[in-house]
């Protein structure tokens, strides 16, 4: 019988997020400040055949909660039904947006095989500097409101078990309806809605388009809620992503969020309880792991191409 193995002691990271420096954007307001910390366990997709077998994953992330002062529970989720959107990417086709950090996408969601409501723009800026993500104004030119979401993501780390590496998100989410241009691929179009992507546009006329060709099919279901304590609950997913049309699954993902306005919501005890559990999860789900990927990063890669990214 081998040893158990031995988990690494938890480094409290979330107290040590860096601070941003003030500043301001060009209208004046002050840098956002993150205000979600997300936790993502990337997924092999193998395993999810079924409604249920997201709830047999749900069994056996509860096991690390048991003797860590965390509470996981799936009651009022059984009966929660499968969510189903559709994800669309778009970029020059050198990947000149995901080069350089940013993530341009369409969803819409779908209820008994109808797709329902407006559907979603979502752009993000994404990097290891929390400085550079702040610094860059994702706002758009719009003609309606917008949801802004400042993201610190913890994944495992990129080529072994037992550690956190942290990206941050700058998100700009909104209806379709409020971009009243009608030539949405075209990259003088984009930069004008998007003025953050003005320095990307290399010539007038450039144009933008589906990424490799594939529209994604995401399968998502609520499977529970995390109690860390201290008044901090989050609802965990999984989601798996396969081609639209063939159903050839790409990539799953285990993820859960805790929503604050300071950080100072975020107390200490609670995020060593956090940090601990996230650890020990890695190695409970560590045989349904994909290191070093991301669902975006997958779906650049489908046709072999090596887009160079911060992720």
């Not at 706002?139 to 993501?153: L, T």
């Not at 550690?163 to 009608?182: A, C, D, K, M, W």
């Not at 320095?199 to 990424?211: D, F, H, Q, T």
Request: charged share 25%.
């Amino acid at each position: 019988m081998s040893a158990p193995e031995t988990l690494p002691k938890p480094t409290s990271w979330t107290a040590n997020v860096p601070l941003i420096k003030p500043g301001r954007y060009s209208d004046g307001l002050p840098f956002n400040e993150p205000n979600y910390l997300s936790f993502k366990l990337i997924l092999k997709p193998n395993h999810f055949v079924s409604r249920s077998s997201f709830f047999d994953f749900a069994k056996i992330i509860k096991r690390p909660t048991v003797n860590g002062g965390i509470t996981f529970t799936t009651n009022g989720f059984i009966n929660e039904p499968v969510q189903i959107r559709e994800v669309l990417f778009v970029d020059t086709r050198d990947f000149r947006l995901y080069n350089n950090g940013f993530i341009l996408r369409r969803r819409i969601r779908y209820q008994d095989g109808f797709p329902v409501g407006d559907p979603e723009v979502v752009f993000k800026f994404r990097h290891p500097d929390i400085q550079k993500v702040a610094e860059t104004d994702v706002r758009p030119h719009i003609y309606g409101d917008y949801k802004i979401k400042f993201k610190c993501q913890a994944l495992p780390l990129k080529d072994q078990l037992g550690g956190i590496r942290l990206l941050y998100s700058h998100n700009v989410q909104f209806p379709r309806s409020h971009i009243r241009e009608n030539d949405i691929l075209s990259f003088d179009v984009i930069s004008q809605i998007f003025p953050a992507l003005a320095n990307l546009r290399k010539s007038a006329g450039e144009r933008i388009e589906l990424v490799n060709e594939t529209i994604i099919e995401e399968v998502l279901q609520d499977i529970g809620t995390f109690d860390f304590g201290s008044g901090l609950l989050a609802k965990a997913n999984v989601a798996i992503w396969r081609t639209r049309g063939d159903h050839r699954p790409l990539i799953g993902e285990f993820a859960y969020q805790l929503k604050f306005n300071d950080r100072k919501e975020l107390k200490l005890d609670a995020m060593r309880r956090a940090e601990a559990h996230f650890l020990s999860l890695q190695y409970t789900v560590k045989n349904w792991l994909a290191l070093n990927a991301t669902k975006t990063g997958i779906v650049y890669r489908l046709l072999g191409n090596a887009p160079q990214t911060y992720e």
